[in-house]
T-cell receptor
Framework: NAGVTQTPKFQVLKTGQSMTLQCAQDMNHNSMYWYRQDPGMGLRLIYYSASEGTTDKGEVPNGYNVSRLNKREFSLRLESAAPSQTSVYFCASSEDWTANQPQHFGDGTRLSIL | TQLLEQSPQFLSIQEGENLTVYCNSS?????LQWYRQEPGEGPVLLVTVVTGGEVKKLKRLTFQFGDARKDSSLHITAAQPGDTGLYLCAGDDGGATNKLIFGTGTLLAVQP
């Protein structure tokens, strides 16, 4: 029972480098989400995909892009990394987009930008 | 902008003690969820409350949704070291969607 799988688990980048965070879920969920978690700020939504083929901005989308590759996979791309993007990134999925659905989280990607 | 403030931010207690964590907002939510996150892992859903005044129990954990649906509390009875973790509340954004607004979190450490 893998659930939500995120790769890589850790990454160190230099300012200006680009990278893509990968996320895949095996629960046949329709909706997927990307969050960042910073100390004292809880989880903040970066982008979400309510269903395959759609993506929308969340609370803090600047500096990021996403791709819903298929129903299983939802990737997050940093085109030109900045130190302010140092954070722990979580991918989550839910059965669908209606309210009160539990969100299932991966174990996170710890990203440091030097 | 809807905000969820949690208090306290940090709590360190001895095994066997009771504690309450609060989640407050000036906004009305149609539902609130509580998650627990252990170090190095993602959050895991504990409970969802949807009705004002609702009380739900999960073993030694009691969750309450305020009558006005602006606040919630989590009470743990006889805390155990296994309860250690970050507790997060999350409310819906009011749009009948599954977009959540997360609280600032309460970090609980239960010492044996």
């Amino acid at each position: 029972n893998a659930g939500v799988t995120q790769t890589p688990k850790f990454q160190v980048l230099k300012t200006g480098q680009s990278m893509t965070l990968q996320c895949a879920q095996d629960m046949n969920h329709n909706s997927m989400y990307w969050y960042r978690q910073d100390p004292g700020m809880g989880l903040r939504l970066i982008y979400y995909s309510a269903s395959e083929g759609t993506t929308d901005k969340g609370e803090v989308p600047n500096g990021y892009n996403v791709s819903r590759l298929n129903k299983r996979e939802f990737s997050l791309r940093l085109e030109s990394a900045a130190p302010s993007q140092t954070s722990v990134y979580f991918c989550a999925s839910s059965e669908d987009w209606t309210a009160n659905q539990p969100q299932h989280f991966g174990d996170g990607t710890r990203l440091s930008i030097l | 902008t809807q905000l969820l403030e949690q208090s306290p931010q940090f709590l360190s207690i001895q095994e066997g003690e009771n504690l309450t964590v609060y989640c407050n907002s000036s906004s009305v939510f149609s539902s609130l969820q509580w998650y627990r996150q252990e170090p190095g892992e993602g959050p895991v859903l504990l409970v969802t409350v949807v009705t004002g005044g609702e009380v739900k129990k999960l073993k030694r954990l009691t969750f309450q949704f305020g009558d006005a649906r602006k606040d919630s509390s989590l009470h743990i009875t006889a805390a155990q070291p296994g309860d250690t973790g970050l507790y997060l509340c999350a409310g819906d954004d009011g749009g009948a969607t599954n977009k959540l607004i997360f609280g600032t979190g309460t970090l609980l450490a239960v010492q044996p």
